[in-house]
């Protein structure tokens, strides 16, 4: 892979990148076609990472229908799939990590202790491998978007990060690969998460900004599904994390629920168009 995009970068290409884990979905194809658009060549990755996943966690049931992954990107015209082995990743005696501190204990981070770890580490390897210019991530995953873009800036990574928005099912469910987990009643209370989102910006734009007041009322919201467990619910400052007590300024509210036994995240972006509203 790295002789692949050397040879590519000789001869003055673009690489634009996509790390996966697989079981790719319509919110994926869209950062594909994103890279497409903006670069010469795409290179997507799928692994999916033993390290960030914990010990009671869904490592060895999380999908991987590889050949229908292989079929979708041939449809989207990515150049080059890259599908390493968990021995090729992390071979016998491999002791080093990558973590960005405090960004990685809060909100997912804080329930999934060394998640971010594993995370920083294995795209940090494979940024290593396939030194694109630009790479592609998904705003459902906020959290590590954020973390992702700390590590790049800190280790002084050449490469820009884009954000994409979340793609969403016409009934509001953000997707997700874990979305095959749930049984039909609980797609159904699933949908709790973006309508609480969408609750809650509908509180800014009618004038509330205390951040306690609205997040007592999207746990409410949240905890009339009966099929609902609440992990967290917070409203956070976008550059550290840190949860604030009044909205004043562009902001993030992230939610992370579980959904019988699926744990689903979500979260919205307020702008400063939002909070001007009210």
Same mark, same amino acid.
């Given at each position: 892979?790295?002789?692949?995009? *050397?040879?590519?970068?000789?001869?003055? =290409?673009?690489?634009?990148?996509?790390?996966?884990?697989?079981?790719?979905?319509?919110?994926?194809?869209?950062?594909?076609?994103?890279?497409?658009?903006?670069?010469? %060549?795409?290179?997507?990755?799928?692994?999916?990472?033993? +390290? *960030? %996943?914990?010990?009671?966690?869904?490592? /060895?049931?999380?999908?991987?229908?590889? =050949? !229908?992954?292989?079929?979708?990107?041939?449809?989207?015209?990515?150049?080059? @799939? %890259?599908?390493?082995?968990?021995? !090729?990743?992390?071979?016998?005696?491999? =002791?080093?990590?990558?973590?960005?501190?405090?960004?990685?204990?809060?909100?997912?981070?804080?329930?999934?202790?060394?998640?971010?770890?594993?995370?920083?580490?294995?795209?940090?390897?494979?940024?290593? +491998?396939?030194?694109?210019?630009?790479?592609?991530?998904?705003?459902?995953?906020?959290?590590?978007?954020?973390?992702?873009?700390?590590?790049?800036?800190?280790?002084?990574?050449?490469?820009?990060?884009?954000?994409?928005?979340?793609?969403?099912?016409?009934?509001?469910?953000?997707?997700?690969?874990?979305?095959?987990?749930?049984?039909?009643?609980?797609?159904?209370?699933? @949908?709790?998460? /973006?309508?609480?989102? =969408?609750?809650? #910006?509908?509180?800014?734009? /009618?004038?509330?900004?205390?951040? !306690?007041?609205?997040? #007592?009322?999207?746990?409410?919201?949240?905890?009339?599904?009966?099929?609902?467990?609440?992990?967290?619910? /917070?409203?956070?400052?976008?550059?550290?994390?840190?949860?604030?007590?009044?909205?004043?300024?562009?902001?993030?509210?992230?939610?992370?629920?579980?959904?019988?036994?699926?744990?689903?995240?979500?979260?919205?972006? +307020?702008?400063?168009?939002?909070?001007?509203?009210?």
């Amino acid at each position: 892979m790295q002789e692949i995009v *050397q040879g590519l970068k000789g001869r003055n =290409k673009t690489v634009g990148f996509v790390p996966t884990m697989g079981a790719l979905h319509e919110g994926h194809l869209s950062l594909i076609r994103k890279a497409r658009k903006e670069n010469d %060549f795409v290179v997507v990755s799928i692994f999916v990472n033993p +390290i *960030q %996943f914990g010990p009671a966690e869904d490592f /060895s049931r999380y999908p991987r229908p590889i =050949k !229908q992954d292989i079929h979708l990107c041939r449809e989207e015209n990515v150049d080059f @799939l %890259f599908y390493p082995t968990g021995n !090729q990743m992390y071979p016998l005696g491999f =002791k080093t990590y990558v973590a960005v501190e405090q960004l990685s204990d809060v909100l997912c981070g804080a329930a999934r202790r060394g998640h971010f770890r594993g995370v920083t580490t294995v795209v940090c390897k494979l940024f290593n +491998i396939v030194q694109p210019d630009s790479a592609y991530f998904g705003q459902k995953d906020a959290q590590q978007a954020i973390i992702i873009q700390r590590m790049v800036k800190d280790l002084n990574m050449p490469i820009r990060i884009r954000v994409m928005p979340i793609v969403r099912h016409k009934s509001g469910l953000a997707l997700s690969s874990r979305n095959i987990y749930l049984n039909e009643k609980e797609r159904r209370d699933a @949908l709790c998460l /973006s309508a609480a989102l =969408k609750f809650a #910006k509908d509180l800014i734009k /009618s004038g509330e900004r205390n951040c !306690q007041i609205i997040i #007592k009322k999207l746990r409410e919201f949240i905890e009339s599904k009966k099929t609902a467990r609440i992990e967290y619910v /917070s409203i956070v400052d976008l550059n550290n994390l840190k949860p604030i007590e009044r909205i004043t300024d562009k902001c993030l509210i992230a939610l992370a629920v579980r959904i019988g036994k699926t744990r689903l995240i979500d979260n919205i972006l +307020i702008k400063t168009y939002d909070i001007s509203r009210g």
